[in-house]
């Protein structure tokens, strides 16, 4: 198949890129410089010129607190330059894969939330992300597919994974809030699951890409250092009120994962799996 990924050099894209040519597929791998999402001519160009089979969007506004301030600009990559993408790809007829987010919930809820629950953003970049999943959806109703993830870590790019891990080889106490819950999702098992979910076609709509089980903030850096060889008694939990952010965070926003049976796969292997075999390649990071 043909493939083009935007964002390409971002943490999932770069994973991505990687699994596509490892795969021989032939994959056009557009970064921020080569095609800016907020220019709607240029993006219908590109996708006329290429002639993809599939179109990963992996470029998004993703600094949460800074949204906050900036919603209209976060609202334009993340909502509006979206909506253009997905009626260029319906044009074409081709698939489109979106990649979204666990903060388009309230995180109020205390068992994890089913794909179609109902949605209750608590700050801007929820909010954008949100617009952004209605535009595919109502654009491109027969082959858009919004992958909802979280906690996304890998060995490209800043995340609170690779953070950690970095400070495994200092002394001292880390301090890490423990009243925050979610999923860790290695970006290399997205990757995967992208493929897969290509392959396979299923129906269209939302699906909730995040490795199973839940963790706090604090239990998984916990992990992090164990799977490491680091003490975990260094890790101090804390409250997030130590740690005051522009953006509400959502306390517990944790996805169900019930709608890939329909595409006839299982849910992504437990997150404890996954950052053990992770973990070798954090190491790696420059």
């Not at 522009?246 to 890939?260: I, N, Q």
Request: one cysteine or more.
């Amino acid at each position: 198949m043909r493939w083009l990924v935007t964002g390409a050099g971002g943490l999932l894209g770069t994973e991505l890129v990687t699994k596509l040519n490892s795969c021989a597929e032939r994959v056009t791998a557009l970064h921020r410089r080569e095609l800016d999402l907020c220019d709607a001519e240029a993006v219908r160009a590109a996708i006329m010129l290429q002639c993809p089979d599939v179109v990963v969007n992996c470029a998004a506004w993703t600094d949460v607190d800074g949204a906050e301030g900036n919603e209209p600009a976060a609202m334009e990559i993340n909502g509006s330059a979206v909506r253009e993408l997905a009626a260029a790809c319906a044009l074409l007829g081709c698939i489109l894969v979106h990649l979204s987010t666990d903060a388009v919930f309230d995180g109020a809820a205390s068992a994890p939330y089913a794909e179609g629950a109902r949605t209750a953003p608590i700050n801007a970049y929820g909010r954008t992300k949100l617009a952004g999943e209605q535009a595919v959806l109502r654009e491109h109703p027969q082959w858009g597919y919004v992958l909802r993830t979280a906690w996304l870590y890998g060995a490209h790019g800043r995340c609170f994974v690779g953070t950690i891990a970095a400070l495994a080889d200092q002394r001292g106490p880390v301090d890490v809030v423990d009243d925050q819950y979610g999923q860790p999702t290695w970006a290399a098992d997205l990757a995967d699951r992208i493929v897969a979910l290509t392959c396979v076609r299923p129906p269209a709509g939302i699906y909730h890409a995040t490795n199973a089980g839940q963790a706090s903030r604090w239990e998984l850096a916990r992990e992090l250092f164990t799977v490491i060889g680091a003490d975990p008694e260094r890790i101090r939990p804390v409250s997030s009120d130590q740690f005051p952010r522009a953006a509400r965070r959502p306390v517990r926003a944790v996805l169900g994962h019930s709608r890939w049976a329909l595409a006839g796969l299982p849910p992504m292997r437990p997150w404890q799996d996954a950052l053990r075999r992770a973990v070798p390649y954090l190491r790696a990071r420059p």
